[in-house]
Nanobody
């Protein structure tokens, strides 16, 4: 059974940093796409970053480019999202999701396909205050 568990969310002041973790079980962590999505109150869930575990190629939405960094530690079955220079508009519940296996790696240009993700975690909340 595939499971994803997010951790690392919390409350931080604007300009601060957080590191989110997504630990997966039940799949190989060798040829997958793992993405971070977020959903602010009253808004749709959107993709912000994605990584291919086979080669580390990564995608960032413009809203987080230059501030967030995604990485994968395949030995630990964990993907991280380092979030720096946080802004109040980053306040949301953050979810990770996996597409496994990844048959065609176009992650760097296309990101993770929202409707193509196979499994989702339950989310971790992030609150950024002014």
């Amino acid at each position: 059974e595939v499971q994803l568990v997010e951790s690392g969310g919390g409350s931080v002041q604007a300009g601060g940093s957080l590191r989110l973790s997504c630990t997966g079980t039940g799949f190989t962590f060798e040829n997958d796409a793992i993405g971070w999505f977020r959903q602010a109150p009253g808004k749709a869930r959107v993709g912000i970053s994605c990584i291919a575990t086979s080669d580390g190629s990564a995608y960032y939405d413009d809203s987080v480019k230059g501030r967030f960094a995604i990485s994968s530690d395949n030995a630990k079955n964990t993907v991280y999202l380092q979030m720096n220079s946080l802004r109040p508009e980053d306040t949301a519940t953050y979810y990770c999701a996996v597409l496994t296996p990844l048959r065609f790696n176009d992650i760097a240009t296309m990101g993770c396909p929202y409707y193509g993700m196979h499994y989702w975690g339950k989310g971790t909340p992030v609150t950024v205050s002014t």
